[in-house]
């Protein structure tokens, strides 16, 4: 049994380059295979840039609930309290999407999961 090959980050384009171009099969066919694998990093920075607006997004909520909240004279905690949340969760969201964008390769798990 041999082992499949490994795109993981710690692997160099080069070497996984080498690797797709010595396999036996028609050129048509290693010549997918060998886009595919590095499309990888244009994939993750993709979603990298999507995380970052959504992140934007959620940092924005408890902003503009504030200032509904102020205008209409009560600031109802509980509700307050949520749209907070909702901003931390787009604070995480926009670091995760910042990493994505700044180191792809450091991105872990199946492309497909994304």
Do not use: Y
């Amino acid at each position: 049994m041999r082992p499949g090959p490994r795109f993981f980050g710690a692997i160099r384009p080069r070497r996984s380059s080498r690797f797709c171009w010595s396999r036996d099969s028609a050129a048509k066919r290693r010549r997918g295979w060998s886009a595919s694998c590095f499309g990888s990093a244009a994939t993750v920075r993709a979603n990298g840039i999507k995380k970052i607006l959504t992140g934007i997004g959620l940092m924005a909520v408890p902003v503009v609930a504030l200032i509904i909240f102020l205008m209409i004279g009560v600031i109802p905690l509980k509700i307050f309290a949520v749209t907070i949340m909702i901003g931390l969760w787009g604070v995480w969201t926009l670091i995760n999407g910042i990493i994505m964008v700044l180191a792809p390769k450091a991105e872990h798990g199946d492309l497909a999961d994304q």
